[in-house]
């Protein structure tokens, strides 16, 4: 009987495990065809609040100059107005340690709150941060949180989640790379 019961809850994980694997890459196959910044982060922020059903996703930029320029494009876009917030790069450094894999906490959440946009203020008890990585270094992250504490937790794998930042930043750096192709002389 014991394994019986067993086998379904693997079975009920690998289902679950799939789903949350297909979510992801319909995420990610849609970026590449974003025609700007700000439409491949509204896709981004939209696509995984709705496919996860997370209250709270937000984008944190650096105040360095490797993030001035995607920052001027990402206010541009209406719809990220209240999902965007500076911190100083020391912050980032703080949270995110010195890795570039995702920060999970449930814990000790206070110093979380200040990736939080000015805008908009919220509560939450559990936390994952998805660094944004251009060129090698971390100049933001993909912030998603949770009322519940037991929605993330440190020891969660982030595997799924790190393939798709990975493929915001080859998106974005085939979008800067492309508009800074020299325009042929007439």
């Known amino acids: 009987m014991k394994d019986q019961t067993d086998r379904r809850e693997q079975m009920e994980t690998l289902r679950k495990n ?14 590449p065809a974003c025609g700007d910044e700000g439409k491949l982060f509204e896709t981004l922020v939209t696509g995984v609040r709705e496919a996860f059903e997370i209250p709270y996703v937000w984008i944190s930029l650096t105040d360095t100059p490797e993030a001035l ?9 209406p719809a990220l107005k209240d999902v965007l917030n500076v911190v100083r790069l020391e912050t980032l450094q ?3 340690g010195d890795g570039t894999a995702p920060v999970l906490a449930n814990e ?4 979380f709150y200040r990736l939080l946009p000015r805008r908009r203020k919220f509560f939450f008890k559990s936390i994952v941060m998805a660094p944004l990585i251009l060129k090698g270094r ?7 949180a949770d ?23 080859r998106c974005l750096e085939e979008k800067q790379s492309a508009g800074t192709e020299a325009v042929p002389e007439s």
């Open 18 to 31: 799939k789903e949350i694997a297909r979510k992801y890459a319909r995420i990610g196959e849609a970026l």
């Open 69 to 77: 320029d995607l920052l001027v494009k990402l206010r541009q876009a």
């Open 94 to 96: 703080e949270l995110l």
């Open 138 to 144: 971390a100049v933001g992250s993909l912030n998603s």
């Open 108 to 111: 000790g959440l206070k110093p």
């Open 147 to 169: 009322p519940s504490p037991t929605r993330y937790h440190p020891g969660m794998d982030t595997g799924l989640l790190e393939q798709l930042m990975a493929t915001v930043s």
